[in-house]
């Protein structure tokens, strides 16, 4: 009996131990070398204090373009002694994957065979919804994602997203992005995985492995930003500790990405770019991170500009770097004035030779100092290959969550006559998030995209393709988005400060919207399909709306669709949570479709026809009110395991009882 009850002790023993363990894993190898670090010691030796701070800076494409071509005489005058990065080389531009890759060739030949160290620059863009360049497969933005729970779609979609970089030679990404959020009111919230610690790292790791894969010479080397607790109040050292670290943590020790970024927020007071129990205490002697530190766009002398924390923008280069950036992003600001801060004894050359070792690590590490390195693939190149295509849709089906069903859906054989209505209904602008390359050419470059490169389906064509000739589709805004255009550009400096000058764009194109037709096939229906939500406008990055309910006059808009007495399926698409409890009670059918990405409209109208059930779940708490207090659905950790462990004692009961 006795021993019986020992063994009975050492299950529940083994059981909390097994809920509380880390995993440790084999893929947080060491980013420096003894060998790494005799060859790179060898070239910084050769190199002048010009060449290695052109190592720790970044710049952009135009500077060295010319009517849209590179131009040598501007390669020879603004990068003489080379370049550590390339930043959003492709999002800003309109090029076919094939002219894409030869001109980074082009650029990375210059560097090979004119400037005198012969280093080639690392090519870095955005990837959280897939390569952010034109063609290039759009998957939905990651806050849908989330809410599929499923990590293993999250590593293939990286994976895809990586083949099509290295074939344009690109090797470096700034992204996952594993920020927790915590409030719909966050304009970055669709940039997240959601709310929960736990399942953001997952989510995190999964996309690390599958863009890094096996080797960082023939993957992308990740960047998790942004370091730490970006978008909340991260003064709770507690919860800072316990959870927004937490998939930091996770994607150096369990995934080994070797780059991130701090975020443009304060810690204690003081800007994290300068931020040494930051950067210093937590990043690398707490969690141990041996790898490179990247600033965000602008940050370092956003320490001078924005925080107002240095003097100067030497003074920030120096406050920057001694905190713990290695590389200053965008455009060479305030590293370049660093030989000043010298001067003035701000920072040592030591510390500047510390952070250029480890920019030109990540370059070996990437294969950029091997010989006989090879950029890019030769032959014609597909950014979105039908495989691609597959993970779009396969990814879009698992990321819409129905909300509600009073059993309207799945649409049966009866519907004979839909009216499809509201400002998403027929369009493409809801289906892309922030970081797309739609996004990006159109809102950072005011440049319109071609939504055939890759090829969007709208709710509409979605719903035709699924439907065929035996249902009829009538068709009609009904109103607009935002009447007037409801959000505007963050001027307050402590975002990308691109963004003040760039304009919103208008819808170009489409008519007026007609309230009075769009009740009139109302009534004439057997069920509405109201697709409402936000837009690339309305959501992203330095775009601030006034609260989270549908924008403009879309509430409105879908009262008096109820008041029809037609079944109501209302579609939601945008970036974050929006407020519906004024008539979700009265609503037949409610779908989440957040951005959906390229194959949306598909996946939606798979969903509505009952071709696909719908699998996802919430990663987000949704508000029943505009309140802006953070909300979130985490359990006490302690109840989490004895609830595991009551769990499973439950399930042994019968052996038990048989072993007394």
């Not at 919804?129 to 499923?150: E, H």
């Not at 890094?212 to 993957?219: A, I, P, R, S």
């Not at 009829?472 to 959000?487: F, K, M």
């Not at 985490?634 to 004895?642: F, G, H, N």
């Amino acid at each position: 009996m006795k021993q019986n009850q020992n063994i009975i002790k050492s299950i529940c023993l083994i059981l909390v131990f097994f809920n509380l363990s880390v995993i440790q894993s084999q893929e947080n190898k060491p980013f420096l070398t003894e060998k790494l670090s005799i060859k790179v010691d060898a070239l910084m030796a050769t190199m002048s204090m010009d060449e290695k701070l052109a190592q720790i800076t970044g710049t952009r494409l135009r500077d060295i373009m010319v009517d849209g071509k590179v131009s040598i005489e501007k390669c020879r005058e603004h990068i003489p002694h080379g370049i550590g990065h390339f930043c959003q080389f492709s999002s800003g531009l309109t090029l076919e994957p094939e002219q894409l890759r030869d001109l980074v060739r082009e650029v990375q030949h210059y560097l090979m065979t004119e400037t005198n160290t012969k280093i080639p620059a690392i090519f870095h863009e955005e990837a959280i919804t897939g390569f952010a360049t034109q063609g290039a497969t759009t998957f939905p933005q990651q806050i849908g994602v989330g809410c599929s729970w499923n990590p293993e779609i999250v590593k293939n979609n990286a994976n895809s997203t990586a083949q099509s970089m290295r074939a344009a030679g690109a090797t470096f990404a700034l992204s996952p992005m594993l920020d927790l959020s915590r409030t719909a009111h966050w304009n970055r919230l669709e940039e997240s995985y959601g709310e929960d610690a736990y399942l953001t790292s997952r989510m995190g790791v999964a996309f690390i492995k599958g863009l890094q894969g096996n080797d960082l010479k023939t993957g992308v080397a990740a960047t998790a930003k942004h370091f730490a607790g970006y978008g909340t109040a991260n003064d709770n050292s507690k919860e800072l500790y316990e959870e927004y670290l937490m998939p930091h943590e996770a994607a150096f020790k369990v995934a080994g990405a070797k780059s991130v970024m701090p975020s443009y927020g304060k810690y204690k007071a003081l800007a994290v770019t300068a931020n040494p129990t930051m950067l210093d205490q937590m990043l690398r002697k707490e969690i141990g991170f041996d790898g490179l530190v990247v600033s965000d766009y602008g940050a370092v002398n956003l320490i001078y500009k924005g925080h107002e924390q240095a003097k100067n923008s030497a003074m920030a280069g120096a406050m920057a770097i001694n905190a713990g950036i290695d590389i200053e992003l965008s455009s060479p600001i305030a590293f370049p004035l660093l030989p000043d801060a010298i001067k003035d004894g701000l920072v040592t050359e030591e510390t500047i030779n510390k952070a250029v070792k480890r920019a030109l690590v990540m370059k070996a590490k990437l294969g950029l100092l091997d010989k006989n390195l090879k950029i890019g693939k030769d032959g014609p190149l597909d950014f979105d290959p039908p495989s691609n295509r597959e993970l779009a849709y396969k990814t879009a089906s698992q990321s819409i969550v129905l909300l509600k069903n009073n059993g309207v859906l799945p649409l049966n054989n009866d519907i004979k006559k839909i009216a499809l209505v509201g400002p998403n209904a027929s369009t493409y602008h809801c289906l892309l998030g922030d970081y797309t390359y739609q996004s990006m050419i159109s809102f950072w470059h005011s440049t319109d995209f071609d939504p055939t490169n890759p090829k969007l389906i709208t709710l509409l064509q979605g719903l035709e393709n699924k439907l065929g000739e035996n249902v009829e589709i009538n068709v009609e805004r009904g109103c607009d988005w935002s009447a007037p255009l409801e959000s505007k550009i963050d001027t307050r400096g402590l975002g990308d400060d691109r963004l003040s000058k760039l304009k919103m764009l208008t819808v170009k194109g489409l008519p007026q919207p007609d309230l009075q037709k769009a009740i009139k096939i109302s009534e004439e229906s057997d069920v509405i399909i109201a697709a409402v939500g936000e837009n690339l406008y309305l959501c992203g990055e330095g775009r601030e709306r006034k609260g989270i309910r549908l924008p403009g006059e879309q509430e409105a808009f879908v009262e008096k669709l109820i008041a029809t007495g037609k079944p109501v399926i209302l579609v939601l698409f945008g970036g974050r949570q929006q407020l519906v409890s004024k008539f979700e009670d009265k609503c037949a059918a409610i779908v989440q479709a957040w951005f959906p990405g390229e194959e949306g409209g598909n996946a939606i109208a798979d969903i509505l026809v009952g071709n696909v059930n719908p699998s996802a779940k919430l990663c987000v708490t949704y508000p029943k009110t505009e309140s802006r207090a953070e909300i979130n659905y985490k359990m006490d950790m302690v109840m989490v395991i004895w609830f595991n462990t009551l769990l499973v004692l439950v399930c042994l009961i019968p052996i038990i009882n048989t072993l007394i």
